[in-house]
């Protein structure tokens, strides 16, 4: 018996997550409510990402429109569905009753059952980020869902990169203080990821070590000041590691608030800054309550400095480790003065050449893998990355810890032999902020 296929509404914020969702659905139907694009239209102006997407998608939809599109669809390709767009449809009884407001998405659920009527026998799912109105298409009969196609499996393996390995022989640990050249990994019976951490404990001693692919062997780990940052535990000392060593052109740095991941990137990058033509610190803007930047006063530059603040804190912190006649910190103001080091939103650093630049991205966690691969894909010859964020403080209403941008970067960079993955546990801050962030 012939499998039928399954017919996938799409809301407006997958398209905005993932511009080429179209493609990511087999041999399965698509059904885009008209609204949708009226809403692309609305946002296919401005700067930030979604604006891009919503270009871009529109761009691509203009490549395979027809009139089969309102009239049985057209074709995606070979092994793919029919796309057709679904015009709007009037309320039902049950719908006007429990939402009667004529909004966007209520428009959406209103297409969703008129196709799930007028297809009987067909399973039509509606395919949303907004859980609101996954929930609401679910009160209604209508089958919902997330978009999955990006989301990451087990959350937890992101989280095991450093491993302890205990009853190690004090004499191997002994013998691996004194090496130069690290020593050969069979002999700790393990079987370590390119760039992977360890904590070796034996009876009376222990070490920090990291695995060096190209070698083949485990190398000691010490710690060192770097431009006036002295690493306070295990997880900061293999992250300065990380940051500074040549070869390893991608990080990720997870954890929580206060464990000191983007100090440490800036500091690092400061200390190499004779390798680099230009130091980059970037972060998303994602407005609290998802409020527009517009209801703020001032100017452009006014308008971002609240969001742009705390990379200026930490930029701060460092200089505040000197005195403000010597070298370092002068070094600081030349950098910013001459534009070597820049700090700026994210959108802002669009179209901007990536070639031996020291790129570090704060709070990664609100990006969608799209726009992780997209700023990753620009990288030049030269450029090292880092991406730095909490994967439990997504600001983001359409991201969670398995779709956001950092933990799928994590997740599908492990294992090769240009990347590394620290994820920083104990909150160096103070305190009071380690158990506001353990207890709150």
């Not at 006036?228 to 060593?245: K, M």
């Not at 130091?279 to 006014?302: M, T």
């Amino acid at each position: 018996m012939k499998k039928n296929k399954k017919i996938f509404v799409i809301d407006t914020n997958v398209i905005l997550h993932d511009y080429n969702c179209l493609y990511k659905f087999q041999e399965n139907d698509i059904v885009l409510p008209i609204v949708v694009l009226e809403e692309l239209d609305y946002l296919k102006k401005g700067d930030n990402q979604i604006n891009f997407h919503a270009r871009e998608f529109t761009r691509e939809l203009d490549k395979i429109s027809g009139d089969g599109l309102f009239n049985g669809g057209i074709s995606l390709g070979k092994e793919l569905g029919k796309l057709s767009i679904e015009t709007g449809k009037p309320f039902s009884d049950q719908l006007g009753t429990s939402f009667p407001e004529k909004t966007p998405d209520h428009r959406i659920l209103a297409i969703a059952e008129h196709v799930k009527v007028k297809k009987k026998g067909d399973e039509v799912i509606l395919i949303s980020k907004d859980i609101n109105l996954r929930m609401k298409a679910k009160s209604l009969g209508i089958l919902a869902q997330d978009y999955k196609n990006d989301q990451i499996a087990d959350i937890d393996k992101i989280h095991k990169d450093i491993e302890t390995v205990e009853n190690i022989n004090d004499q191997l640990i002994s013998r691996f203080y004194e090496s130069h050249e690290g020593v050969p990994i069979e002999e700790f019976k393990i079987a370590p990821l390119p760039h992977q951490y360890f904590i070796l404990k034996g009876l009376k001693t222990s070490a920090l070590a990291h695995y060096d692919p190209n070698s083949k062997t485990l190398q000691r780990v010490e710690k060192h000041r770097t431009y006036g940052i002295d690493p306070r535990n295990a997880e900061q000392t293999f992250s300065i590691d990380a940051l500074s060593r040549s070869e390893i052109q991608l990080i990720a740095l997870t954890g929580k608030a206060g464990t000191g991941k983007t100090l440490l990137a800036l500091a690092a990058a400061l200390h190499q800054e004779k390798k680099f033509n230009q130091i980059l610190l970037a972060r998303p803007i994602v407005p609290l309550a998802n409020r527009d930047l517009g209801f703020l006063p001032g100017d452009v530059k006014e308008k971002i400095l609240p969001y742009m603040q705390p990379l200026f804190d930490n930029l701060s912190v460092i200089k505040n480790q000197f005195k403000a006649q010597s070298k370092e910190y002068q070094q600081i103001e030349e950098m910013q003065k001459t534009e070597k080091l820049i700090i700026s939103p994210l959108a802002y650093i669009r179209g901007r050449s990536l070639s031996n630049v020291f790129f570090i991205v704060d709070e990664a966690q609100n990006l969608t893998p799209h726009e992780v691969k997209t700023i990753i894909t620009r990288a030049g010859e030269g450029t090292k990355m880092i991406f730095t964020g909490d994967i439990n403080q997504i600001d983001s209403p359409y991201l969670d810890m398995k779709s956001n941008g950092l933990s799928f970067l994590a997740d599908r960079m492990k294992g090769q032999d240009i990347f590394a993955h620290v994820n920083l546990i104990k909150g160096e801050r103070s305190y009071l902020a380690e158990l506001a962030s353990d207890l709150l």
